[in-house]
């Protein structure tokens, strides 16, 4: 079993469209969690961190169930600019010892938003 | 002030050869971490280094080594390059080595083995 999966996409939604990603991850000591963006050919960018409240950032929700280990991500009102690659994250070095940070990606979830 | 960045940003090896990437981190950041991404996947963790010791190491074969300078600055080696180490090698940077701190990725190396 992978340890980070998503949603295999792509998505294609049109503008004003709300659209919502999933991720899983296997190992329960996670302790950080993140969606990251990835435009074509550029390095990723961190969009937000996930907390177990949940998190709001505009028109951005993300949502962590720790009792599932879910990860999700939910956009309202799609524009053109968020046409990406959506990459969950989690972080398994927290608990390998002080000052280890191991970020452990799934293999990403494509959006194309339409006009 | 200037992002995370990493040299070369393009590379073309043949196999068997070494090469050697290269990475300064944002200033005041100690912490520099390397992954490895194959077209079509999610970024793979190779290493970490925080105040220049190996904080964690994913899994890669002994080809891969990499250590960190008095300056936070990093170097990733590679040996005797395989067609399947064609990839873009990221370097990401963060202020502590803890899990709750953003993490700032340069624009990459992109490698070609032929």
């Known amino acids: 079993r992978k340890e980070v999966e998503q949603d295999p996409g792509p998505f294609n939604v049109p503008e004003g469209a709300t659209v919502a990603f999933n991720c899983t991850y296997s190992n329960s000591a996670s302790q950080s969690f993140f969606w990251y963006r990835q435009d074509c050919r550029k390095e990723p960018k961190l969009l937000m961190s996930?907390?177990?409240s949940g998190n709001e950032d505009g028109r951005f929700t993300a949502q962590l169930n720790r009792a599932s280990q879910y990860i999700s991500l939910l956009i309202r009102d799609s524009k053109l600019s968020d046409s990406a690659t959506y990459l969950c994250v989690v972080n398994y070095g927290y608990y390998s010892g002080a000052g280890s940070y191991q970020l452990t990606f799934g293999k990403g979830t494509k959006l194309s938003v339409i006009p | 002030d200037a992002g995370v960045t990493q040299s070369p940003t393009h590379l073309i090896k043949t196999r068997g050869q070494h090469v050697t990437l290269r990475c300064s981190p944002i200033?005041?950041?100690?912490?520099v971490s390397w992954y490895q991404q194959v077209l079509g996947q999610g970024p793979q963790f190779i290493f970490q280094y925080y105040e220049k010791e190996e904080r964690g190491r994913g899994n890669f074969p002994d080809r891969f080594s990499a250590r960190q300078f008095p300056n936070y600055s990093s170097e990733l080696n590679v040996n005797a390059l395989l067609l399947g180490d064609s990839a873009l090698y990221l370097c990401?940077?963060?202020?502590?080595?803890?899990?709750?701190?953003?993490?700032?990725f340069g624009q990459g190396t992109r490698l070609t083995v032929v």
């Open positions: 990401a940077s963060s202020w502590g080595g803890q899990g709750d701190t953003e993490a700032f």
């Open positions: 200033s005041g950041h100690k912490s």
């Open positions: 996930v907390y177990s």
